[in-house]
């Protein structure tokens, strides 16, 4: 089963950081592809689809139409979902970017304490490539057993 957005958030490296949904939680149980760290006004040049991306704002810092462009992008690149890092510098969302996030049902998280990017890349990555092997080393016995069956020639 592949990895949740709501998944993510209830590891303990995400929980941390006291995250509330402000808008998408009837998409929570989309599935991640990847976690993206970015900062960058121009977010959807480097993505291309079902990630999670974290920020603390500083892409969409600039205005209210530079957060609601970035939240755009996400949009249209197909991004999984964005979780915000509020602080002294960003301390809430702005107002259009939440309207655009709520209007296309895309799921936008607020962190009210600070968490290291790093160790929730780290643990959401994790997970995805463990979910990943499960499902080689389910195909490998699989195969090993058809093999076996094709070799002592069981009938149907």
Known sequence: MPVTIREALSLPVLADGDPVVLSGDAVLDRPLRWVHVSEVSDIGTVLSGAELVLTTGLGMAASTAAADDFVRQLVEVGAAGLVIELGPAYPSVPEPALRRARAAGFPL????????????????????????????????RVHETFTELGLARAPM
Not at 125 to 140: K, L, N, P, Q, S
């Open 109 to 140: 998280v607020a962190l009210n304490r600070p968490v290291r990017f790093v160790d929730v890349t780290e643990a959401v990555h994790r997970t995805i490539v463990a979910e990943h092997f499960d499902e080689v080393a389910f195909a490998g």
